[in-house]
């Protein structure tokens, strides 16, 4: 598994020392265990995870400087991505890692022990997280891999951010009218659209990192009590 991580990570241009590949490794081994107990993930062969995991999650780097020590979120993070593998990649950042199952958390939790990093696990709703001040405006990245629609997304996780920090939302391809229709959201939530990355992952296919810079504060209404928020029904 180390060498078929270094070399998914070698083509995306980032390079792996061997604490890291092993720490990979680690990290790969416990979510197959624990994924005999709860659904973390359907990929579960090598080459797949290493490709559509792990590299996939350390693609943020090339579209993103992160300032050292950065404080990082990963909104509804599942079984660990994008963050775990950011911190393995930067062991600096200081990482919080949020979900609303506990299972989940008591998984992460023994992952990074494993591993050797150490993350916050916060047992959270994001709407609810980006509600408490304990976290609200507190990060200089929010980040999710999460499948809600880009305006949904956006008011999820630009609560998170202080004012420059941004949210890097991690999405598949095709994503035009799905961004469109985001902007009114983004803008209402003190965002800016500040790049959108397409390019295609090897042997996983289509990707879009939209990065979206914090301008000023988010409104104290946001992010409401809703399961799905719905802002295009609200733009026509």
């Known amino acids: 598994m180390k060498n078929i991580t ?23 081994e416990t979510l197959l265990e624990w994924n005999k107990k709860i659904n973390l993930t359907r990929i579960t062969e090598p080459g797949e995870v ?5 590299a996939d999650s350390l693609t ?29 990649y930067r062991p600096d950042i200081e990482l919080t890692l949020l979900d609303s199952l506990n299972k989940r958390l008591v ?4 992952a990074c022990g494993n591993i050797g990093i150490e993350a916050k696990t916060v047992h959270s709703r994001a709407e609810d997280g980006g509600k408490n001040k304990l976290y609200r405006e507190k990060y ?40 469109e229709a985001a902007r009114d ?31 000023r504060p988010t409104s104290p209404r946001y992010p409401r009590q809703n399961a799905k928020i719905d802002w295009e029904k609200q733009a026509e």
């Open 107 to 110: 998984f992460l939790s023994e």
């Open 140 to 179: 200089d990245l929010a980040v999710s891999r999460a499948v809600a629609r880009l305006s949904t997304l956006s008011e999820y996780c630009l609560p998170y951010v202080r004012v420059g920090g941004v949210f890097a939302a991690m999405k598949g391809p095709n994503l035009g009218p799905e961004l």
């Open 6 to 28: 270094k070399a998914a990570c070698s083509a995306i241009g980032l390079g792996l020392s061997d604490k890291q590949a092993a720490q990979f490794e680690s990290y790969y």
């Open 60 to 88: 943020l780097f090339n579209f993103l400087e992160l300032k050292e020590n950065a404080r990082v979120i990963d909104v509804g993070t599942g079984a660990g991505f994008p963050g775990i593998p950011l911190k393995i």
């Open 185 to 215: 959201a983004i803008k209402a939530l003190g965002g800016k659209i500040e790049s959108v990355n397409e390019f295609e992952l090897e042997g996983a296919g289509g990707r879009t990192i939209v990065i979206i810079k914090k301008i």
């Open 50 to 54: 290493a490709v559509k995991h792990f």
